[in-house]
């Protein structure tokens, strides 16, 4: 038994470093790719990949009858959300350091506990309270909303959590109604009309040059990839094992974006991460205490 569990956790660890990096590719690729294509053809190119890996992998393993279209306003929803949320991420990434767009995705879960007792019915407890306090000051921290340091780069990318746990709070819903393969196949069908309204509302949608091609795919199997990995992850090991790895996403994207783009970190975004960090990790313990108590 030990000995099983201690493989789940080797294997959950291996797919948290492969999730990091499949994130930060996705990021790479979308700030190069951005100078072509704007972030609703980005979005819609990304959608047609997933579409076609998702349905090849479905024939190929006969499942493609278990894909099944209930609930379908709650999949519009849950992609309402989604869509929004990559979107401003996409744009974030493009005039503001991937550092701290990554340290501003990380405040999803903040959000999550903010809106869990609108969509989900789960009350406030001491532990999420704290979280949230801790989460906002770390926003606080990273973005110094005053006129000579706020930009639209730090509102998209705060906003795109909110659009990020939107989406969380719809999928939970959808997982205990239908299985995970309706539930991908569904979103790039779904996003794959958005984006095509959405980048062809002025009848003029960018075709993909031979040089973008390979960072276009790059963003449709990263991104898949990423969350499969992570979802994985999380169902194999517990989430205070998952939690601190993921946060690793951080000193990565901070070295890349040194590297390639010569961002450069300061000492506000560190201090806000830790805040943000504490917060999320004080909530996980809180849970952890409470399951095993139970």
Same mark, same amino acid.
């Given at each position: 038994?030990?000995? $099983?569990?201690?493989?789940?956790?080797?294997?959950?660890?291996?797919? =948290? /470093?492969?999730?990091?990096?499949? /994130?930060?590719?996705?990021?790479?690729?979308?700030?190069?790719?951005?100078?072509?294509?704007?972030? %609703?053809?980005? =979005? =819609?190119?990304?959608?047609?990949? &997933?579409?076609?890996?998702?349905?090849?992998?479905?024939? /190929?393993?006969?499942?493609?009858?278990?894909?099944?279209?209930?609930?379908?306003?709650?999949?519009?929803?849950?992609?309402?959300?989604? /869509?929004?949320?990559? $979107?401003?991420?996409?744009?974030?990434?493009?005039?503001?350091?991937?550092?701290?767009?990554?340290?501003?995705?990380?405040?999803?879960?903040?959000?999550?506990?903010?809106?869990?007792?609108?969509?989900?019915?789960?009350?406030?407890?001491?532990?999420?309270?704290?979280?949230?306090?801790? &989460?906002? &000051?770390?926003?606080?921290?990273?973005?110094?909303?005053?006129?000579?340091?706020?930009?639209?780069?730090?509102?998209?990318?705060?906003?795109?959590?909110?659009? %990020?746990?939107?989406?969380? =709070? %719809?999928?939970?819903?959808?997982?205990?109604?239908?299985?995970?393969?309706?539930?991908? %196949?569904?979103?790039?069908?779904?996003?794959?009309?958005?984006?095509?309204?959405?980048?062809?509302?002025?009848?003029?949608?960018?075709?993909?040059?031979?040089?973008?091609?390979?960072?276009?795919?790059?963003?449709?199997?990263?991104?898949?990839?990423?969350?499969?990995?992570?979802?994985?992850?999380?169902?194999?090991?517990?989430?205070?094992?998952?939690?601190?790895?993921?946060?690793?996403?951080?000193?990565?994207?901070?070295?890349?974006?040194?590297?390639?783009?010569?961002?450069?970190?300061?000492?506000?975004?560190?201090?806000?991460?830790?805040?943000?960090?504490?917060? $999320?990790?004080?909530?996980?313990?809180?849970?952890?205490?409470?399951?095993?108590?139970?």
């Amino acid at each position: 038994m030990t000995t $099983n569990r201690n493989s789940s956790t080797i294997y959950a660890v291996l797919l =948290m /470093f492969l999730a990091i990096a499949s /994130f930060t590719m996705m990021a790479i690729a979308g700030r190069y790719v951005s100078d072509e294509l704007d972030t %609703f053809e980005i =979005m =819609m190119y990304r959608s047609v990949i &997933g579409m076609l890996i998702i349905s090849t992998f479905a024939v /190929f393993t006969n499942r493609v009858k278990s894909i099944k279209s209930e609930h379908f306003s709650l999949h519009i929803s849950r992609n309402l959300f989604h /869509f929004a949320g990559q $979107n401003l991420w996409f744009y974030a990434i493009t005039v503001i350091p991937l550092v701290q767009v990554f340290a501003l995705e990380f405040t999803v879960p903040i959000w999550v506990l903010l809106l869990s007792p609108i969509f989900l019915s789960e009350s406030f407890t001491k532990p999420r309270v704290i979280a949230a306090v801790l &989460g906002f &000051g770390g926003i606080l921290i990273i973005t110094r909303p005053a006129p000579d340091s706020l930009n639209f780069g730090l509102v998209a990318a705060a906003l795109s959590a909110i659009g %990020f746990a939107g989406s969380i =709070m %719809f999928t939970k819903t959808l997982t205990g109604r239908t299985n995970t393969l309706s539930i991908l %196949f569904f979103m790039t069908v779904i996003q794959l009309g958005f984006g095509i309204l959405c980048a062809g509302y002025d009848g003029d949608i960018e075709m993909v040059s031979w040089s973008a091609l390979p960072w276009v795919v790059a963003i449709g199997l990263a991104g898949l990839l990423a969350h499969l990995s992570l979802t994985t992850a999380l169902t194999l090991a517990p989430a205070t094992v998952v939690t601190p790895i993921d946060f690793l996403r951080l000193p990565v994207i901070a070295y890349v974006g040194f590297a390639l783009f010569g961002e450069t970190i300061d000492i506000y975004v560190a201090l806000g991460v830790i805040l943000i960090f504490v917060g $999320n990790y004080t909530n996980i313990l809180a849970q952890h205490r409470q399951t095993s108590a139970s």
